[in-house]
């Protein structure tokens, strides 16, 4: 009866809201002492009026003859966190869900793939057998249903082809513990095989597995084999660095072991190739570090004997113009040309950007009219940059005027008209109306 006074008290207490009436909070008080224990000597210390939840009032009746103990109008239930989930909590629900909707494996379809396979299969058909099945779920089966059987070893085909059947699917933990058992294996292995693995563990974003992969190819124990590195593994993994993301902070983190990798890669003996040194010359650009990329630029031809291609100048040109060196972007970019490159559109917005925002107005729109004939596309950023500046440094008149001859030339859709005018509206309100009832 004690324990049931104090449950009682402390709902009550804990679903009262401020604008109770003292005469039912004190009924209540009075109500709970009848049942209070002796060594609760701190319960009327508590305190009603600083409470913040809200829920309907208990009813209490007490008669002689019964007494009715409280029932609740509504079913308890606490208040909602307005925080956002944790990230630990988010990978908790990714992998719930994850385990959830994993297929199961299809008996019928095992069955038959058992049934193609002779008493005594070697690893060809073995291999034959699991690239012809549909389901990652009976290659993996089919795997270890062979690893049990007697007198026969897997060798890199049949790994081979059940790692990328599962690195297919995305199934990336079940594609580990099949590299695990592959790694265990001495002297087993191949180039494209690791390619393989390095490829999908980027993919999976665990870049410490596919490091150790790496790693393992270059062991000492490695060194008669014929599965060393090769430019195709530097390369996956200069793409699985580079593709981190846009923070120039993260680039430049990952752009020391890019310049490792590539380091390593020359003393090795590999020769660059055209897309090794882009990808040191994007690195440089977005860990800001312009200069050691035009330092990679001119020893191509020289040192590496690899001339730039169209990618090499749109790096550049975007980096040049990120500085605010346009001048040297402008140089690029005519160089480019006369080499029979056509400029991307990044490299066209950010110099078009770069230009109006230095106050070369005109030829900022010459570069944008260029752009529009060599059927690259402007971002709204690039027209509402130019169309700014012009506004600012000129008149509002010939904005308008800059604003209807990209409504003409069919550069601007609808709503991407009606956003550049409302900008200008916010800027220049009346000005803006004016010439519009002008018009």
């Known amino acids: 009866m004690f324990s049931f006074s104090r449950n009682c008290f402390k709902y009550c207490t804990s679903f009262f809201r401020r ?16 049942f209070q224990d002796s060594n609760e000597k701190n319960l009327h210390k508590i305190c009603f009026s600083n409470h913040t939840h809200k829920f309907d009032c208990f009813l209490f009746q007490t008669n ?101 059947n599962l690195g297919a699917a995305k199934m990336f933990q079940e594609m580990d513990d099949i590299v695990n058992q592959l790694l265990a294996v001495p002297l087993i292995g191949s180039e494209a095989l690791f390619n393989t693995v390095i490829y999908y563990f980027t993919q999976a974003r665990k870049l410490t597995r596919a490091v150790n ?32 993301g ?17 380091r390593q890669m020359v003393n090795d003996g590999i020769k660059p190739d055209i897309f090794s040194l882009n990808s040191m010359i994007k690195g440089y650009v977005l860990s800001l570090h312009v200069n050691d990329a035009l330092r990679i630029f001119h020893q191509m031809g020289v040192v590496y004997d690899c001339q730039p ?11 040049l113009c990120a500085q605010g060196r346009t001048n040297n972007a402008k140089e690029l970019c005519y160089e480019m040309k006369t080499k029979g490159f056509v400029p991307g559109s990044k490299s066209y917005n950010s110099l078009v950007n770069s230009l109006a925002l230095g106050g070369e107005i005109e030829e900022a729109v010459n570069y944008l009219w260029e752009m529009t004939d060599k059927q690259r596309s402007a971002d709204f950023i690039t027209y509402r ?48 109306s004016r010439n519009m009832g002008i018009q």
């Open 64 to 164: 002689t003859s019964y007494t009715q103990f409280p029932v609740p109008f509504a079913p308890f239930s606490s208040p909602y966190s307005t925080k956002a989930p944790s990230r630990s909590y988010r990978r908790r629900a990714r992998n719930r869900l994850l385990k959830s909707s994993k297929p199961t494996l299809d008996q019928a379809q095992f069955q038959l793939a058992l049934s193609q396979l002779p008493p005594r299969f070697t690893t060809e058909e073995l291999c034959c057998v699991i690239a012809q099945q549909d389901h990652p779920l009976v290659c993996l089966e089919l795997f270890h249903w062979a690893s049990q059987q007697p007198r026969f070893q897997h060798d890199v085909s049949t790994f081979h082809v059940t790692i990328k």
């Open 246 to 262: 846009s923070n120039s902070y993260i680039n430049h983190v990952y752009m020391e072991t890019i310049r490792c990798l590539f």
């Open 309 to 319: 291609n169209a990618l090499t100048y749109d790096c550049l040109v975007y980096g």
């Open 19 to 34: 604008n109770v009436p003292n005469e039912t909070i004190l009924s209540t008080l009075s109500f709970c002492h009848k």
């Open 385 to 432: 940059t130019v169309l700014d500046e012009i506004c600012r440094r000129g008149t509002i008149q010939e904005g308008m005027s800059f604003l209807q001859e990209l409504q003409e030339k069919d550069l601007v859709d609808g709503h991407a008209y009606r956003k550049l005018l409302y900008v200008l509206e916010d800027d220049y309100g009346d000005s803006v």
């Open 213 to 244: 992969v790496f790693k393992h190819m270059k062991s000492g124990r490695n060194l008669v084999s014929c599965y060393r590195p090769s430019i195709r593994t530097y390369n996956i993994l200069f793409a699985a660095f580079l593709g981190r």
